[in-house]
Each structure stands twice: as structure tokens, then as C-alpha cells.
């Protein structure tokens, strides 16, 4: 079946540092994926997302790497401020009009 | 422009009793799906209203259920609630549907519900 996983449940950094969170996926008829932020008490934020005839995208202090030969998707944050520190989820979409969620990676930032 | 509001926010309710959760979405924004958020599951797509119109619905039993009004704002519905439906119930809006959007969606705070 589908499905979107993330490697690492929790990622600690140390502040200004640059920080990746990967995410596998499994369905490669996809056409785009998406990253979202979730702050402790708020909902889910829109971060970038990438086309699948994509295999980068920058946004302000983010990049977006879509490898999928492999299936894969990463997140690179850019000197990780304390702010950084959420939630991530990655989520794949299609034309069906699902989004299908990670379970999602905690960002720690250590000052 | 306000964003995505959800009322309530916060809700405890017994098993066997049903809720309505609202939704008003982002002004000019005419999709709204909802989710359910919980630590096992993650975050899973309910369904999909689009022009009053359901799009898409995802595996969930038929004690979930949901409708659109003229002016956006859509409300959910669980009936015969279980234990097992205690979860933060996220509403996202969007201009377009799901099917032709990028993915990128506007997320209310949530509704948590809480089935004791």
C-alpha cells in the first residue's frame, strides 16, 4: 500500500547549524511532495513542496532533494535557529486529491 | 486576511455520543479537507469538500461524515463516538482542490477531542 515514512523519529542540532530530515515514500506515481511544520499547539504550516520532474528546490533557508530512483525526499534546513524547532512532515500527493502524511521527524535546537 | 478558524478548540465528549466540529475556512478559498491527527496514526486525510461537494474520502467508517456550506465553511460530524476517536481533527483550506493544488494547504489549529 502507500505509504510516506521518515527515518528518523527525533533529530537534535545544535543551533546555526544546518539541519536534514529525510523522508522515504513509497507510491512513484506521485506527482508532488510537500513539507510541513507543526508547532507544538498549532497546526501543520506549509514550508515547500516539489514537483515530481523536480529534483531540487530552494525556498528561504530550505532545500527541497527529491531522488526518485531511490524513493526519497529530504528537507535541508540552513543554520537551524531555535525557531526551527517542530515538527516535520513530509506528505505526497496525487490526482486522486489525497495527501498522504509522514508520521513525522522532531526538530530539536540546542542553543 | 483571518486564517482558518475551528471551533471548538477543545471538547471532551462520552462514548456513544456524537460531535460536530466547524471549519471557516480562509475567505476566497473554496477547498477544505480535514484530518485526523493522532501519536499512532500521524495525520490522516478524512475527506475533501470542494463547492459544497464531497471530492474525496479517505478510510475511515461512515461515522464520519462531513458537508459543505454555500459560503465555504464546512463542518464534521462523528457519530456513536469510540475511545478511539480522541485525536486533534485538523481542517486545511486551499483555493483549489486537492487534485490540481501543489499540496499547499492552509491548517486551522485544530479541534481536540477527547471520548472518555
Known amino acids: 500500500g502507500e505509504s510516506v515514512g521518515l527515518h528518523l523519529p527525533t533529530l537534535s542540532v545544535q543551533e546555526g547549524d544546518n539541519s536534514i530530515i529525510n523522508c522515504a515514500y513509497s507510491n512513484s506515481a506521485s506527482d508532488y511532495f510537500i513539507w510541513y511544520k507543526q508547532e507544538s499547539g498549532k497546526g501543520p504550516q506549509f514550508i515547500i513542496d516539489i514537483r515530481s520532474n523536480m529534483d531540487k528546490r530552494q525556498g528561504q533557508r530550505v532545500t527541497v532533494l527529491l531522488n526518485k530512483t531511490v524513493k526519497h525526499l529530504s528537507l535541508q534546513i540552513a543554520a537551524t535557529q531555535p525557531g526551527d524547532s517542530a515538527v516535520y512532515f513530509c506528505?505526497?500527493?496525487?490526482?486522486?486529491?489525497?495527501?498522504?502524511f509522514g508520521q513525522g521527524t522532531t526538530l530539536q535546537v540546542k542553543p | 486576511k483571518a486564517g482558518v478558524t475551528q471551533t471548538p478548540r477543545y471538547l471532551i465528549k462520552t462514548r456513544g455520543q456524537q460531535v460536530t466540529l466547524s471549519c471557516s475556512p480562509i475567505?476566497?478559498?473554496?477547498?477544505v479537507s480535514w484530518y485526523q491527527q493522532t501519536p499512532g496514526q500521524g495525520l490522516q486525510f478524512l475527506f475533501e469538500y470542494f463547492s459544497e461537494t464531497q471530492r474525496n474520502k479517505g478510510n475511515f467508517p461512515g461515522r464520519f461524515s462531513g458537508r459543505q456550506f454555500s459560503n465555504s465553511r464546512s463542518e464534521m460530524n462523528v457519530s456513536t463516538l469510540e475511545l478511539g476517536d480522541s485525536a486533534l481533527y485538523l481542517c486545511?483550506?486551499?483555493?483549489?482542490?486537492?487534485?490540481?493544488?501543489?499540496?499547499?494547504?492552509?491548517f486551522g489549529e485544530g479541534s481536540r477531542l477527547t471520548v472518555l
Open positions: 475567505s476566497g478559498h473554496r477547498s
Open positions: 486545511a483550506s486551499s483555493p483549489q482542490p486537492l487534485r490540481e493544488g501543489t499540496g499547499e494547504l492552509f
Open positions: 506528505a505526497e500527493g496525487s490526482n486522486t486529491g489525497k495527501l498522504i
